[in-house]
């Protein structure tokens, strides 16, 4: 696992913790734009030119800072998706890495502080990925398109459960194996994914499963789990 940190000029910084102790660490939740920073921008260090996803990174790791924590993950720019091998790990690891974060930033890049009802239409509950990130982390906290806190899991949990009709059970962590299967896959409900074989990879932790990832398989996919 990598994770991030800022160095004491402020340039992001990615260490690798593989086989290390890894430290306390927030880590983001959010839908990707046309403008995201990946990995090979942190190592060129043109991250800047990636005014989007900058703008995310420096919102992650100022709220991080706030709550005493230096290190911070971001998937977008923490995983090398060119290295295929890599990629499938991370997949398989995903949902043990946001259950294990110390605090969970929900960035809501389609709600404003007048946000109750774009926050019921925000698209961030239609991707197939924010289903796990809702339900594994134990601190899950929702921030404006402006970086300003709105609640978290616990204080939303009602509307949470209205708009998603996730069990309240599920949202306050209770253990995934009290939930059958088949009600586990419902959750997913009308969620889409770019990528039609993720609709199966972002359930992978939800069903306590793993398996190695193919892309390519399309639809085929699907008849696994």
Not at 108 to 128: C, N
Not at 155 to 165: G, K, R, Y
Not at 209 to 225: D, Q, R
Request: a negative charge; glycine letters at 6%.
């Amino acid at each position: 696992m990598r994770l991030l940190h800022l160095d004491d000029l402020g340039r992001p910084v990615l260490t690798d913790f593989r086989g290390k102790p890894i430290p306390p660490y927030a880590i983001l939740s959010h839908r990707w734009s046309d403008s995201e920073m990946l990995i090979e921008h942190i190592w060129n260090g043109n991250y800047k030119e990636r005014e989007q996803g900058y703008r995310k990174l420096k919102f992650c790791a100022e709220q991080a800072a706030q709550d005493g924590l230096p290190y911070f993950w971001i998937d977008s720019c923490c995983i090398n998706r060119w290295d295929k091998n890599e990629l499938s790990n991370a997949i398989n690891s995903m949902f043990h890495w946001y259950q294990n974060a110390t605090r969970c930033y929900v960035f809501l890049s389609d709600v404003s502080l007048d946000w109750e009802t774009l926050f019921r239409k925000s698209k961030w509950f239609t991707r197939g990925w924010t289903l796990q990130e809702l339900i594994a982390p134990v601190s899950v906290e929702f921030f404006s398109c402006e970086g300003q806190p709105l609640g978290d899991k616990a204080s939303l949990e009602q509307l949470l459960h209205d708009i998603t009709d996730i069990p309240l059970a599920a949202l306050r962590n209770c253990p995934l194996d009290q939930f059958s299967i088949s009600e586990r896959k419902k959750w997913i409900g009308n969620r889409k994914t770019t990528e039609e074989e993720d609709i199966v990879y972002c359930l992978l932790g939800i069903l306590g499963v793993s398996m190695p990832t193919t892309y390519g398989e399309g639809a085929k996919i699907l008849l696994v789990i």
